[in-house]
C-alpha cells in the first residue's frame, strides 16, 4: 500500500488483519506441532508466526533484534492469547545457532519444522559490489540458512525423528540483476535443500524452498521509489503478492499437504518468472525500451 511519493509508505499487513485474514486452512490443523522460525518478528515471517499460531502451533521465532521480536510475541498473545517463544540471535554465529535449536528442542519437546526465513540484501549493480557487502549477503542468506538446516537435521537424525525444513528463496532461473549477490545464495540454498533432500531421506527428513516474486512487506521501504512503483507491473496478474500468500505455502508444505513433497521450489510470485524483471534499484536507460 503506497500513500504518496513523498510520504511514509507502509507495505504489509497489520496485526489486526494477520489476526483475522481468511484462510484455507482448517483450525486446529496445526496443533501440537512445533515450528522454529527465522526473521520470525518482521514482514512473511511475522506473518508466518501468526498463521502458525492461528493453526495451533507452537512457535519459536528468532532475529537479531530482541525488541522486534519481544514486540511480536505481545502482538500475538493480545490478538490471539497464544504464546510464542523468542530468542535473539544471529544464523551467521554457528554457536549462536546450536544454541539457539538446543533451547527450541528443549523448550518444545523437539521440532517438526525449521522455516529458514532471515535474510538480506540490498540493491546495486554487482560491478559495484565491495567485497565486504558480497561477503556479507552470503554469509547471512546462504552460510546462516545452511548452520540452521545442518543443525536441525543433526539433531532430529540424533534423536531418530523426522523433520521438515522450508527456506524462503527467490526465483533465481532467470537471474537477479541488481541482486546478484543474493541471487547467487538463494540459488545456493535452493540446489543445497534438493541435494540434502534426497541424502536426508533416509532421515525421514523432507527438505524444500519457497520462491516469492514482489512481495508488499516493510522491506520494501528501503527500495528507491522508482523501482517500487513498477512492482506492480512485474507480473502478468499486475499486482503485487501479499505476506499472507507465503505463510500459506508454508503452512501447505507442512501440513499434512505435503508430507509427499520433498526437493521443491515452490513458486509463488504471480507469474513473474514468465514475463517481468523488477530492477529493485531502478531501470538502467539502457533498457529503457518503448
Given amino acids: 500500500m503506497e500513500r504518496g511519493d513523498n510520504e511514509t509508505k507502509r507495505w504489509g499487513m497489520t496485526d489486526d488483519a494477520l489476526a483475522t485474514a481468511p484462510t484455507v486452512f482448517a483450525p486446529g490443523l496445526l496443533r501440537g506441532k512445533r515450528f522454529l522460525i527465522s526473521g520470525g518478528g518482521t514482514g512473511i515471517g511475522r506473518a508466518t508466526t501468526f498463521l502458525l499460531a492461528r493453526l495451533g502451533a507452537h512457535v ?40 539457539l535449536l538446543d533451547e527450541a528442542f528443549d523448550r518444545m519437546g523437539g521440532l517438526d519444522t525449521l522455516v529458514n526465513n532471515a535474510g538480506g540484501q540490498y540493491p546495486q549493480n ?6 565486504k557487502g558480497w561477503l556479507s549477503v552470503i ?49 545456493g540454498v535452493i540446489y543445497l535443500s534438493r541435494t540434502v533432500a534426497t541424502e536426508w531421506a533416509p532421515y525421514r527428513i523432507r527438505v524444500n524452498c519457497i520462491a516469492p516474486g514482489a512481495i508488499a512487506t516493510e522491506a520494501l521501504s528501503k527500495y528507491p521509489p522508482e523501482a517500487t512503483r513498477r512492482f506492480t507491473n512485474v507480473n502478468p496478474m499486475r499486482r503485487m503478492g501479499s505476506v499472507w500468500d507465503i505463510a500459506e505455502g508454508v503452512v501447505y508444505l507442512s501440513a499434512p499437504s505435503g508430507n509427499f ?21 531502478g531501470v538502467p536507460d539502457y533498457f529503457r525500451v518503448v
Avoid at 505481545?74 to 490471539?80: D, G, P, Q, W
Avoid at 554487482?126 to 567485497?131: K, L, M, N, V
Avoid at 520433498?262 to 523488477?278: A, F, H, K, P, S
Fill in 261 to 281: 513433497i520433498t526437493g521443491e521450489l515452490l513458486v509463488i510470485d504471480g507469474g513473474m518468472r514468465m514475463w517481468g524483471t523488477v530492477w529493485p534499484a
Fill in 60 to 99: 519459536m521465532i528468532c532475529g537479531r533484534r530482541a525488541e522486534v521480536l519481544e514486540e511480536t510475541a505481545r502482538a500475538v498473545y493480545e490478538r490471539l492469547g497464544v504464546e510464542i517463544l523468542y530468542r535473539a540471535m544471529s544464523i551467521r554465529d554457528p554457536d549462536q545457532v546450536d544454541a
Fill in 126 to 131: 554487482a560491478i559495484d559490489f565491495t567485497r
Fill in 139 to 187: 554469509d547471512l542468506n546462504l552460510h546462516g540458512t545452511w548452520w540452521m538446516m545442518q543443525g536441525a537435521a543433526l539433531r532430529w537424525r540424533d534423536r531418530g525423528t523426522s523433520g521438515h525444513i522450508v527456506s524462503i528463496v527467490a526465483y533465481v532461473e532467470r537471474g537477479m540483476p541488481q541482486a546478484a549477490h543474493t541471487c547467487a545464495a538463494r540459488a
